[in-house]
């Protein structure tokens, strides 16, 4: 080998084994990229009451349904009255289930003085006297006004919701309903449903 030959081969090896040692010594730049853990999602929490073993708050996950708080307020008496439970509606954090009973005698007093106030209208203009509760996804304008507060007004605010967004999901959807406030509300609730 030449001695020119010697001296090149030399240099080159060592500016690479120079620069693997720069390399390698070095601080990585940049940002590490951040893995963010998957974790579970946030239960939810929703209020159980009426004809359950055990009313009261239960945890739930994002997604459940109905069932799966009755479930976890574990089951139904056996005076509830399943007609009125809608168990595959899904939940959503800070809702209210109610599971009425067949002998609730609140709802039905409510029922019954509602009835009782309408008995004469009734009479007098041949239409029947209501059967509650009414469920507020299929009811005519006419069985709308029969609820407490809800006058022809309200009742056709109602009937336009339902024509623009589609089904009441749970009854307390009704205060999404110009007009319709918590008030109006408290006095309707008992009287109506979304099932049945």
Same mark, same amino acid.
């Given at each position: ?7 090149f ?19 990585p730049r940049?940002?590490?990229i ?26 739930l ?10 479930e976890?307020a574990?089951?139904f008496?056996?005076?509830a009255?399943?007609?009125l ?25 409510a ?34 006004? +029969?609820? %407490?507060n @809800? /006058? ?5 605010? !109602? ?6 967004? &589609? ?8 205060? +999404?309903? %110009?007009? @319709? /406030?918590p008030?109006?509300?408290?006095? !309707? ?6 099932? &049945?």
């Amino acid at each position: 080998m030449k001695n020119w030959q010697g001296i090149f081969l030399g240099t080159f090896l060592g500016l690479a084994f120079s620069a693997v040692i720069v390399l390698v010594t070095q601080s990585p730049r940049g940002e590490p990229i951040a893995i963010p853990p998957t974790g579970t999602p946030s239960p939810i929490v929703v209020y159980v009451s009426g004809a359950v073993k055990s009313p009261g708050l239960v945890s739930l996950m994002p997604g459940d349904r109905v069932s799966n708080a009755i479930e976890k307020a574990g089951g139904f008496t056996l005076d509830a009255d399943l007609s009125l439970i809608n168990m595959a509606a899904k939940l959503t954090d800070g809702d209210k289930i109610f599971v009425p009973s067949l002998s609730d005698q609140a709802t039905k007093m409510a029922v019954n003085a509602t009835q009782a106030a309408l008995g004469t209208k009734a009479k007098n203009t041949d239409t029947p006297v209501p059967s509650f509760p009414i469920n507020i996804n299929t009811a005519s304008q006419q069985e709308l006004e +029969n609820l %407490p507060n @809800i /006058g022809p007004t309200k009742a056709a605010d !109602i009937i336009e919701y339902r024509k623009l967004h &589609g089904p009441f999901l749970k009854i307390d959807d009704i205060q +999404n309903v %110009p007009n @319709i /406030g918590p008030s109006t509300f408290d006095k !309707i609730r008992d009287l109506i449903t979304i099932s &049945g």
